[in-house]
């Protein structure tokens, strides 16, 4: 059915009158506050932009204001600066700050939430066209009451929020089954990451005389990439930086840098990581693990490469034990740094690991494979889901985006189509 067809049949043939934002509610703009004013304690919460999203830092005021400059649960928001958008807010009663505006509907004409879709389906556009500023854009009161808002059937007012009621209704829907789907991947992420730990713990679990213990610098060959940071180029030798190392794996999409075949040549003289070669970074973050899966890359400060040089372990055993909350809780104890952790490599090289039984080699290599299959299989399931998780987020995101953009795409007036062309 075309987007047309499904509106016609929704608003079985009522006009729809497109209005500007400002006939149909109210935009009030948020009070302004000298840092003097913002308190840490008080009898009302600040409301700011950052406490939308990840900011659960409040301030607080005891200021006794006129009403309209106080949100309460339910209230339609709009934040116009630095992050642009509406919400509504689930809270209790709080004083919103200057960069919100509360936005009150005219309920004879237009339903809250509905408004709020409205807002929501149009800031993309608003922003394009009508954001200024050049470090924090911000959209002016001006420009947003200027904007054309549908209004269906509004010689008919019941009919019209009958009408945009429905559209909520659906739209709600959608909105709650993505929330519902998000809320089943991501605990379902969880479940698997928790299994995945306790089952390596369990099997990287030795009692005593089973294991040899040996400290890394025994054990392995290293390389600290210490000294002069490498010259970066636009293109060359990929240099993988501790941002770029996760805990297993490189993501060679988390930081991209490149350095020359000059600086690279130097690299060289000091070891080139192979194939296999396990990674771990010293500081920010620190002990985070990963293994070299590709030739041809260049290693930054704060990573440390080692490689077995003892004929009964296998790099793939130390890569997983070094993941293992019994290494990783050595290797916090003997970090430094209060805000930051780092951990020196003198000290990195001086922690152990075990060697299961080190009188028979071959059984010992035997008994790592095992445990490394069963350990890359929980790796590969964990890893599969994680990359999954946003693609899957993100195609119920844009299912959601095109029945909103297709509920919300009233027909316009032939005049206005000629006026525009």
Known sequence: ?????????????VEVEWKPLGEICRFINGRAYKKAELLEQGKYRVLRVGNFFTNDSWYYSNLELDEDKYCDNGDLLYAWSASFGPRIWGGEKVIYHYHIWKVMPDTKMVINKFLCYLLEWDTKALKDEHATGSTMMHVSKGSIEKRLAPIPCPDNPKKSLEIQAEIVRILDTFTELTTELTT????ELSTRKKQYNYYRDHLLSFDEGEVE???????????DYRGKTPKKTPDGIFLVTAKNI??????????QEFISEDD????????????????ITTEAPCGFVAQVDRKNIALAQRVIKYRSKDERLTNSFLKHYLISSHFQRKLHKAATGSTVKGIKGSNLHKLTIPIPYPDDPEKSLAEQARIVAILDKFDALTHSISEGLPREIELRQKQYEYYRDLLLSFPKPELDVKAEA
Do not use: N
């Open 184 to 187: 089943e991947l991501t605990t």
């Open 1 to 13: 059915m075309s987007q047309l067809g499904f509106m016609e049949k929704l608003l079985d043939g």
């Open 264 to 279: 690279y040549s130097l690299v060289m003289r000091r070891g080139l990581p192979e194939i296999g070669d396990v990674l």
């Open 246 to 255: 996760r805990m297993g794996y490189i993501d060679y999409q988390a930081s």
């Open 213 to 223: 213990w040996k400290t890394l610098g025994e054990a392995c060959d290293y390389v």
